[in-house]
DNA sequence: CCCGCATCTGACAACGTTGTCCAGGCCCTA
DNA sequence: TAGGGCCTGGACAACGTTGTCAGATGCGGG
């Protein structure tokens, strides 16, 4: 009761400090600090007396305060576009692994694709004092990081380069991987092959249609521009694409799908079709292989990004002055089906 | 170059403070605090030479310092199994979105189903002081939670009740949905129905069990223990207890999987399979409409389980003092096709 | 011209922890 | 037994911010 009484103003619902735990021991505070941080030099029996009044008073400590006085927070901030997507659990988790590896807690944000957003979780971020950020960019002007990373905020940028800075980025090689999905669309016989992506000022939907562009190039085939649809993502206009470039007198007898979001709603789209169209899709899709075709796609390893970059962010916070690299990881093309229809 | 000399000890790498912006102005250190959090009493001449050294300095406030000082994080934790788990990923979403919209940030961590993890991790958040907690619990005790919860943290659980404790949770109607989907199937005639499931210390995995039975019963129908397989959710082993119940003199017809990933391993040996077997999910799963036959599934909506769950917790923090309370969802039986095969 | 009041500003303490440093007690050696 | 070194414990300042309160300034009215 009188405790209660006593420490009524306190702000986090009477919790007790290492005052506390000092007066009730009857030691120092620093003795406290030292048992709670298993410091040497406090003998068994005054450490056994602490660690009691911890228990009695359940105290933990306030690791605000400990930041403060440190200036590490062991914590990371990620900032992605949509935990949701299934792309990014998975990739978020293995960010979370590294992060525990190295005794740091992560935190995260969705940027939902949108520039101010992002900017805003990352500056958020950084006011909790993060140690380091790994940002998968929504927007493509990065300067506002500048300040923060001259402060020494480690910063790993992941599947997009970051824009009008220099700063590490980890990616999928998303122009070999496009380039190769439809190579191999052409080396099926295909030649009126569309292309479904995201818009272009998106980084890797830019690279994978720069690789479609180089694959059809390379086999010589002129590019009809009512083969390509760009910026579209949402299901119902992936659908309209879709179905216009396959009707009229010409209609592709392949599609390449430049996301997992796109590939998804072509398969639906196609499977509504009489007749058989092939596809291949950038990003592996759960369950693909269980699809009547299954669904061949170029996969990249989503987990691998992550922990590739989180190893990089906690090497630049362990010290090591690195200059600015960009890592590329490479794709893989899995043949399930879809890609290895023939033309009609 | 004289800034860097007078400053080096500083473990923010060098970060201007409060008190360098004042100085740079010319003015106090508590006229600086009062423009970055917008208080009035400032002359918009001063507020406009604080802004420049604030600009010029690249200040960024420190909320460790702030939360020390007010006693409030702004943040919440949320301690999940896996987020690579296509389950959690729209709750953790859903959750991000209400915090967002109360201005807090998420802090989040995977407990891998393991419940020592779980209540590290849960005591990692807490000692740095989140104003409160979604947890979707591994463990069956959370005693170890009583000193936290009555020093304010607000908590709340969600997909499976708290231990031994009295608390807020959020959960699915696991019991009615499996008893649904099972009473489903025996509406189409079927009499011997496989279970498969995880472990049954694990509550929802109980109640799925329980909504098995229940529908079994209710049907007259006695179970067969050969029929039922708990505690397997590894594709290898899923795949072996499927196939156990699958041959013999009198095999199942049909199938109740008890999660995603049960369900997503029993949709492959069905595939392989000869003769047609029904099959009911528990979980939606993606592209269940697409495969042959489509894929039913008592679906649980994730997203609303985060987004209730969130949205209670904020409630605790707005200072409303509710008695604990048990939040249960309804399921939705998604036919489409797999779970309408009649018995071989 | 001075007083009172409103407005703006700044000095100071406090938040809970950790780093520094010194005091006191003990044991060992000369 | 005196002196020195080691071990343990505690007082105090500092981290960067915000709340409190009082001082300074300016203005209008008596």
Not at 252 to 276: H, K, M, P, Q, S
């Amino acid at each position: 009761m009188d405790r209660t009484a006593r420490r009524t103003e306190n702000r986090y619902g009477n919790r007790p400090t290492m005052k506390d735990v000092a007066a009730r021991a009857g030691v120092g505070l620093k003795t406290v600090s030292r048992v709670v941080n298993g410091e040497p030099g406090v003998t068994p029996d005054t450490e056994r007396r602490v660690q009691e009044a911890i228990a009695a008073l359940g105290f933990r400590r306030n690791d605000s305060a400990r930041v403060l006085r440190k200036g590490r927070t062991a914590s990371i901030g990620l900032v992605l576009e949509d935990l949701a997507d299934p792309f990014y659990g998975p990739l978020s988790r293995a960010v979370e692994e590294v992060a525990r590896a190295h005794g740091a807690l992560l935190i995260n944000g969705s940027s939902a694709e949108d520039p101010d957003r992002e900017q805003e979780l990352v500056l958020a971020l950084c006011a909790r004092r993060v140690d380091g950020l790994v940002v998968i960019p929504a927007g493509d002007d990065h300067r506002y990081l500048e300040p923060e990373i001259a402060a020494g905020v480690a910063t790993v940028f992941v599947d997009r380069p970051a824009g009008r800075i220099d700063a590490d980025v980890v990616l999928s090689d998303s122009f070999g991987g496009a380039r190769d999905g439809v190579a191999h669309l052409i080396a099926g016989g295909h030649r009126r092959i569309g292309f479904i992506g995201d818009q272009p000022r998106i980084h890797t939907a830019a690279e994978r249609l720069r690789g479609y562009r180089a694959a059809m190039e390379d086999a010589g085939i002129p590019v009809d521009e009512r083969w390509m649809s760009l910026g579209v993502t949402d299901p119902e206009r992936v659908r309209r694409a879709a179905e216009e470039m396959l009707k009229g007198q010409e209609p592709v007898t392949a599609i390449f799908a430049g996301n997992n979001r796109v590939t998804v709603t072509v398969v639906r789209v196609l499977a509504e079709l009489d007749r058989r169209v092939a596809l291949v899709g950038f990003d592996d899709i759960e369950l693909g292989d269980l699809l009547q075709p299954g669904v061949t796609v170029v996969a990249q390893d989503a987990a691998q990004l992550g922990r590739t970059a989180a190893e990089r962010l906690f090497r630049q916070l362990d010290g090591a002055t690195l200059l600015p690299e960009r890592i590329e990881l490479p794709t893989r093309l899995i043949q399930r089906g879809s890609g290895e229809l023939p033309p009609a």
